[in-house]
């Protein structure tokens, strides 16, 4: 250990300064004032020995102390928040939300906001406050969800939403923070994200669009176009942790860390509403998920924390939870299709994967892996290796998949941020992605996120999924309400990517989908086709183009 004090005049000796650290070396004693006394302390931190740990001290008050906030409403105040300003809000829908600060913003009054934020909460909680409230002018998200104000403000033209794909928008958050202008992607490529031309704007009363989005740059890397993103930057920023010390150093808990990593980080001015405020040198340096250097604020606030989807395992007649018992009793032929579609699904997750499953019949493939089979399914809200619904009464609101469901862990599972969450994804680490759509072509093109002028949810992680180069399977129905094929020659919806299907699977039939043919050759494949039809079945009902393997088999089924 080695221990020194520097006063403001004279400076350390040479013999001293030799053995200092190089940054040490450079210490100027000249930014104390004259009665202030210096200590420096470097120590030996072995495992989790917190009595270790000295921290930077001096005779005047520590300016980490000078962070806490003795209320939301001090925070708020002090953090420089003002009419027009750009705020930056953590969680993923009510996952480790600020509300404290959300409800201070509110009272504030401030107006014209523009709030960056996966998700605007719901109608009655979180960010929909400031939407109900009309403090918002602008969202940029990447998912509505089930905010009916939020789409009734955005389709009435009351509101401007800059929707953003999932992945790009913890990307730009974290190129915001650690000064990165911006960055190439190939999400959203062969979409309205890079032509331009979506409605951010509708002229009020009207579908006349007022304000659209702007085309992207794009450039060509190997063999694939990339799209450019710019970074982004907040004036305020607000986020939530479980647990801060003085300096502002933050830990997360379960799935409720998210954003919030990301929007710490972008900010000019960071408020962190934290449940318990630790003394300073009670963390351990290895347990700190974010340094206190990018917090400005911390106040402490015990707020209800609501789930938005309360989900668990149903019991049994005898009182055992199970979530596939009933199911698993019926019979390939009398199943359901949506049922029949899962069970086709589950046969492409195998042993010792990793994999993507998204909302809805995606999710529920898992529940028909083979006995002792396991999978490390990723939930892009910072999960690897999400579990079954937990049982009544275990439901914990710092746990949830993307979906919005409570969960749980696997042994062996991670948590991490939505950057890094979105870093796998991208990267290519996935094995398989399991996706619903609206439609899909025959040139494996895929629409899952919106209707125009109807419906309004947001493309969420979807597009990063379908470009990350990862098998995407496509699980459907084959046709809509109206009994109209939803497998077309050409997508009338919004893309969510591009040649990007690899397999879809519907109540009827199989398609593979051959990315190599050639020329004039359909891509579509029909390889299996569902008990009791026929290939003309399949052709009366579909729209497409496609060919006939030569290896067509009944579909097969999951048991």
């Excluded at 004036?235 to 647990?243: M, T, Y």
């Excluded at 195998?350 to 006995?371: E, H, R, V, W, Y």
């Excluded at 040139?443 to 379908?466: F, S, T, Y």
């Amino acid at each position: 250990m080695l221990g020194l004090s520097v006063a403001r005049k004279g400076g350390l000796p040479h013999s001293l300064r030799r053995r200092l650290p190089h940054s040490l070396r450079r210490l100027r004693p000249a930014c104390c004032s004259s009665s202030t006394s210096v200590s420096l302390h470097a120590v030996s931190v072995s495992g989790r020995d917190r009595s270790a740990i000295r921290p930077f001290s001096s005779s005047s008050s520590s300016t980490s102390s000078g962070k806490v906030r003795k209320s939301a409403v001090e925070a708020v105040q002090m953090s420089g928040i003002g009419d027009g300003s750009t705020v930056l809000v953590g969680g993923f829908g009510l996952c480790g939300i600020p509300s404290a600060c959300i409800a201070a913003v509110r009272d504030s009054g401030v107006k014209d906001l523009t709030v960056v934020s996966n998700n605007a909460g719901v109608d009655d909680w979180g960010l929909g406050l400031l939407l109900k409230s009309r403090q918002v002018k602008r969202m940029v998200s990447s998912y509505v969800g089930e905010n009916k104000e939020f789409e009734r403000q955005y389709l009435g033209g009351e509101l401007e939403v800059e929707l953003t794909p999932q992945g790009t928008l913890a990307e730009r958050l974290r190129a915001g923070g650690a000064g990165i202008p911006a960055f190439f992607t190939r999400t959203g490529g062969g979409t309205v994200i890079e032509q331009g031309g979506f409605p951010i704007k509708y002229k009020k009363g009207t579908s006349e669009v007022e304000v659209a989005s702007e085309p992207r740059e794009v450039r060509r890397f190997g063999s694939f176009d990339f799209v450019l993103e710019e970074a982004i930057k907040g004036d305020v920023s607000f986020v939530k942790a479980w647990k801060g010390d003085p300096f502002g150093n933050l830990v997360f808990r379960g799935t409720a860390r998210n954003f919030n990593p990301e929007c710490a980080r972008a900010g000019r001015h960071t408020v962190a509403e934290v449940e318990e405020l630790v003394p300073l040198g009670s963390l351990s340096p290895e347990e700190v998920h974010l340094p206190g250097v990018f917090v400005d604020s911390v106040v402490v606030a015990q707020e209800e924390k609501r789930i938005e989807k309360r989900t668990v395992q149903p019991k049994s007649k005898e009182g055992q939870s199970s979530q596939q018992e009933e199911t698993q009793k019926k019979s390939s032929s009398s199943l359901g299709s949506r049922e029949r579609i899962v069970r086709r699904a589950a046969l492409e997750l195998s042993d010792g994967q990793s994999a993507n499953l998204g909302i809805g019949m995606p999710t529920l493939a898992s529940n028909f892996l083979p006995q002792g089979a396991v999978v490390m399914l990723q939930s892009e809200n910072g999960l690897l290796g999400m579990g079954p619904y937990p049982e009544e009464g275990s439901e914990d609101p710092d746990w949830i998949n993307a979906g919005k469901e409570t969960v749980t862990a696997l042994s062996g599972a991670s948590i991490f941020s939505s950057s890094e969450s979105f870093g796998m994804i991208r990267g290519g680490h996935m094995d398989v992605t399991i996706l619903g759509a609206l439609e899909v072509d025959e040139e494996g093109n895929v629409a899952n996120w919106i209707i125009p002028g109807k419906m309004v949810k947001g493309m969420g992680g979807a597009m990063d999924l379908v470009a990350s180069g990862s098998r995407v399977v496509i699980t459907m129905e084959h046709a809509d309400k109206k009994g109209n094929s939803k497998i077309l020659k050409k997508c009338s919806l919004p893309l969510t990517g591009k040649t990007c299907a690899d397999l879809i699977i519907t109540e009827r039939c199989v398609f593979t989908v051959d990315k190599g043919a050639a020329p004039g050759e359909s891509r579509l494949v029909l390889s299996e086709v569902a008990s009791g039809l026929s290939v003309e079945d399949i052709r009366a009902c579909t729209e497409a183009n496609f060919r006939v393997s030569h290896n067509l088999c009944e579909m097969r089924q999951a048991a």
